[in-house]
């Protein structure tokens, strides 16, 4: 009986009563503490000795446990062993046992149940043996699982069809494929158990099949569910019927291209455990600039989704009003520069309340590339401050309207020379520029993609995402556009009579430029035209780039790259370039649910990844900077955070915002570094191009003195260190508090004993006020500085 319950889920030390009766108190009987209320009722929280569970309706108050193994409320329970025990297996075998429930029962498995196998597993029972125990268990529950005792093989085999490959009726499966496994089972050639193990290996071989490749992709999917109720969440309904035919209905909203109506049905069974302070700054370090100690406590109080939101209302602020204001500032005769801009942008990124916008702009300006460093485009510094203010504008827009309006701005047109660009006329023809730009690095890249990001094959070989001649014709579409105006003069295109505010005003259509020929590319057509119609042409142009399937894992990846890994799983991908499809609500395109799918994706929050040595990213320089003016509450003496170009990798940081050295941004997607593990593993390492000997040495150099003195023009912009001076004395609590906010928690044992022997080393006098203070702030920039320094602070994880 212990191995039936077990196989089809519920509670295996129930044994007589009602199992859902309200209780009284909360009690603890070996090892399971149990509650009188719906598990929505409760906050969970981690402590470094057990959990603290608090009632925020009933009467169990506030609970404090040491270490239990189970939590179990009228409605579920939660198996606080299970991550733990998951983790103990190779993640193959894991996810081939959560199969065996799709397999057989078309559900996700519950907690308990898993854990039983798991065990089952690691003592030696074989998957074909577990699967078979699976059989005996659904003829037990047959009810509800409509199986039973006497079926024939081929109804049998008929039903894993069903479950595993999406195949039933009158002619699927096959008459031949039921004949064939019916008699392996009868000739006894194969064993039931043996038989799921087959199809559902056979299943994944169909990945990235034009016909069948949605079957392995929705047995993925409903992996991610499974491992999201059962190994992040613990989840147990309390008895067998339930967890057999609740956890049916959770798995039946899985779709091959969709997670999210399932992973909902799941939040509304509880409320998940509460973020504890290093989840909540390890999710802050991915979606900020960085994590305050007020940042934190904020996320812990929303939670993850209802932050996101809350970030995404928040109002902006333009970075053209603030270059605006400056010039308003400057005597006659003197203009701003791209300085200007700058100050604005560290402004925000240390102290905007809208940081989730900031971050994702900054990500955004990495992949739709335009650069200060561009000796043209630096004459435009209020036209890049609306550049930028144009992407956080479309942070948590929709992609379509993104890709229009970059196309349409000035800088973009002055940048990569798509500003009066003209059909063409005797030896002169279109500029290519933006056209082969838009596709390569903005939109669809240059091989096909799976959704998963992986490339699409042909004889084993890449496909090519687009032809010289679909630049050539995609070129002619952007012609005919150039500087706005009042009127579309022939001296207005070539950038005569320059209209004041022309640097930030999308440009406008000037019909006479335009090429009217026929535009073939990507497999769309613009007709020829009688007459020239610019607007129609770009419509067509954009349309097809923004359906074309490589948007959303080329676009999806790049932001994962940005945020959180270097490397995702394919599996990640998919997951994100399926909200990007469709988030959800039949939109395509939805930047929020997409930014949203990236940060709360359980590879991005699943914390058994942080071992894994493939698992982060390096983090960029610029990165590093805002995220110590966040931690220590930066402050600018001028209120102008006076910081300029910070390219030189000596003496500075290497990197400044908006300063590329080129449309390929200041690293490559797909770069690795030449001649190492991580190269010859297939693994990328993107920041790592602007990583060598100099900007090492120069960054270590760069920091020892701004933690010390401050940064920007004349020390404008120092830091607040009174928590910190006040823990100088105790170098425990010191330290717990800079790896709070500067490596959420993941600081190692080792560099932690490093550190604290090295502040313990400064004495502290208290003969000597003066004497005293100093120690104190060399104690304070000593912890800083060695954990900036660190490898392990670094790389992101």
């Not at 799941?266 to 940042?295: H, M, Y």
């Amino acid at each position: 009986m212990l191995l039936l319950m077990t196989a089809c889920g519920g509670d295996r030390t129930a044994q007589t009563g009602d199992p859902v009766r309200a209780l009284a108190q909360v009690s603890v009987v070996n090892g399971t503490a149990s509650f009188g209320g719906a598990r929505s009722n409760y906050t969970i929280v981690k402590t470094a000795p057990g959990y603290t569970i608090t009632d925020n309706v009933g009467s169990d108050g506030v609970t404090v446990l040491g270490t239990v193994e189970s939590l179990r409320f009228v409605d579920v329970s939660i198996n606080l062993a299970i991550a733990s025990k998951a983790a103990s297996i190779d993640a193959a075998d894991l996810k081939l046992l959560t199969e065996l429930y799709v397999a057989f029962f078309n559900r996700v498995p519950d907690a308990d149940g898993l854990a039983y196998w798991i065990d089952q597993y690691k003592l030696g029972k074989s998957i074909d043996s577990i699967a078979d125990s699976f059989y005996a268990a659904a003829v037990q529950y047959s009810t509800l699982t409509g199986y039973s005792a006497t079926m024939s093989n081929a109804d049998f085999v008929r039903v894993i069809y069903k479950n595993v490959l999406g195949r039933s009726g009158a002619t699927s499966p096959p008459d031949a494929d039921v004949q064939y496994w019916s008699n392996q089972l009868a000739s006894g050639q194969s064993g039931r158990g043996r038989l799921i193990r087959v199809i559902l290996t056979s299943a994944h071989t169909f990945l990235n099949d034009p016909t069948w490749g949605w079957v392995p992709q929705l047995l993925d999917n409903k992996a991610v569910v499974a491992n999201t109720f059962s190994v992040q969440q613990g989840l147990t309904y309390n008895t067998p019927e339930e967890s057999i035919s609740k956890t049916m209905a959770i798995a039946a909203l899985v779709t091959s291209t969709n997670t999210i109506a399932a992973l909902q049905s799941i939040d509304a069974i509880t409320v998940a455990i509460k973020i504890t302070t290093n989840q909540a700054a390890r999710f802050l370090a991915q979606a900020t600039f960085g994590p305050s100690a007020a940042d934190i406590n904020d996320l812990i109080a929303s939670g993850y989704g209802a932050w996101i939101d809350i970030q995404a209302s928040k109002p902006r602020t333009l970075h053209r009003s603030y270059v605006d204001s400056i010039a308003a500032t400057l005597p006659a005769g003197s203009t701003v520069n791209q300085n200007q801009f700058h100050e604005s942008f560290w402004q925000q990124a240390a102290t905007g309340e809208d940081q989730l916008r900031q971050r994702v702009t900054f990500a955004l300006s990495e992949i739709f590339v335009v650069s200060l460093a561009d000796s043209t485009v630096a004459n435009y510094p209020r036209g890049v401050a609306s550049y930028y203010d144009m992407l956080a504008q479309n942070a948590f827009g929709n992609y379509r309207t993104l890709l229009e309006q970059v196309s349409l701005h000035p800088m973009m047109g002055v940048y990569l020379t798509s500003l009066h660009n003209q059909k063409a006329s005797g030896t002169r023809v279109p500029d290519e520029n933006y056209a082969r730009e838009v596709m390569q690095l903005m939109s669809i890249g240059l091989l096909q993609l799976n959704q998963d990001g992986t490339p699409r094959l042909n004889a084993g070989k890449p496909i090519e995402t687009y032809t010289n001649a679909d630049i050539t014709a995609m070129a002619r579409v952007f012609t005919g556009w150039s500087w706005a105006g009042p009127d579309k003069s022939d001296t207005r295109f070539n950038g005569g009579n320059a209209d004041p505010d022309r640097d930030w005003k999308p440009m406008q259509s000037y019909p006479k430029f335009h090429a009217t020929t026929e535009k073939s590319f990507l497999g769309t057509t613009v007709g020829a035209q009688g007459t020239a119609n610019p607007e129609a042409s770009l419509k067509i142009a954009l349309d097809t780039l923004f359906n074309h399937p490589n948007v959303g894992p080329f676009i999806g990846r790049q932001l994962i790259q940005r945020l959180v890994t270097s490397n995702p799983s394919p599996a990640y991908v998919a997951r994100v370039a399926a909200t990007f499809a469709d988030n959800g609500q039949g939109v395509r395109g939805d930047m929020k649910a997409l930014v949203k799918a990236v940060l709360t994706d359980p590879d991005a929050r699943n914390e058994t990844t942080l071992g894994n040595p493939a698992a982060g990213k390096l983090r960029e320089p610029v990165v590093r900077l805002a995220h110590w003016m966040r931690a220590f509450n930066a402050k600018s003496t001028s209120g102008r955070f006076l910081l300029g170009s910070l390219d030189d990798p000596l003496t500075s940081l290497g990197q400044t915002p908006m300063r590329s050295p080129s449309v390929f941004n200041f690293f490559r997607p797909g770069y690795a570094p030449p001649n190492t593990t991580l190269a010859s593993s297939g693994l990328v390492a993107p920041e790592m191009q602007i990583t060598g000997e100099t900007s090492v040495v120069g960054y270590l150099n760069f920091m020892a003195d701004v933690i010390n003195n401050g940064t920007g023009s004349s020390r404008d912009i120092k830091p607040d260190y009174s928590v910190e001076l006040a823990l100088a004395d105790k170098p425990e609590q010191l330290l717990d508090r800079v790896d709070l906010l500067l490596m959420a928690g993941q600081m190692p044992a080792a560099l932690r004993s490093q550190i604290l022997m090295a502040i313990s080393g400064v004495a502290i006098s208290a003969t000597n006020a003066t004497t005293e203070a100093a120690a104190r702030k060399n104690r304070v920039n000593l912890a800083i500085f060695l954990t900036m320094a660190s490898p392990d602070y670094l790389v992101q994880k």
